[in-house]
């Protein structure tokens, strides 16, 4: 499995599993719990979810599919802007913690920038971290301002990564803050990497997927991992959609290739404001 280096210099595997909207139809939660387990036999061990999918929905559901697991498994979550206060974290990572079953996160992540200063969202994380209930902190989908003021308040500087809406068809951060992140050692966790399965029925990807023997979502995942500092985190409820996912691995884009991605889908010639889902 190919791995990212976080700034704390753990290891992390460069594919992980997304479960937004898992957890929230009793009728395919056998079949998601399969899925998340095969793909920890794959070696998809970083988990990815949010207090806010399903509200709480998803982490009790990912407590049943890591029963017997939970070692395995680099596990993030994320929190709601309302509740990233001083003490409303706290509480919310404890509630978080319940639902999963576990004693630790391995990774905490602001879901997104709300009324609460970032100061004191990060004071309640480094409380959170002293205390054993997170092991790293984080962001997501914070803009090239958002990160330089973090940067500037106490403890900001140690966040492990800023989770980012980006593929091949949202390549806005590639003008500004990207190259920010990387200056700075933070790499991106890229969350909707195949655009929420449309870029599956874009016809240039198909295309482009067709003449070089793979599937559309193969093409642009290869296309994220061909990055050292990208994480994706595809989401599948399907153990056979999570079977031609993991095949982006058998499918290393070379240079002409990653050349022709960029004709098809152009990098920006400016900045744009940061997109989100």
Known sequence: MKTVLLPSGER???FGQGTWHLGEDPATRAEEIATLRLGLDLGLTLVDTAEMYGEGQSELLIAEALNGRRDEVFL?????????SRQAAVAACERSLRRLNTDRLDLYLLHWRGAVPLAETIQAFMALQRAGKIRHYGVSNLDLADMQELWSVPGGAAVA???LLYN???RGIEWDLLPWLRAHRVPVMAYSPIEQARLLHNPMLADFARRHGMTPAQAGLAWLLAKDDVIVIPKTSC???LKENFGALDHPLTVPQLAELDRLFPPPTGPRPLEMI
Do not use: C, F, M
Request: proline residues 10%; without cysteine.
């Open 12 to 14: 992390v595997p460069a």
């Open 76 to 84: 993030v979550s994320k929190v709601y802007p309302h509740n990233a």
């Open 161 to 163: 990564t800023d989770q």
């Open 168 to 170: 091949l068809a949202r």
């Open 239 to 241: 153990r056979e959609r």
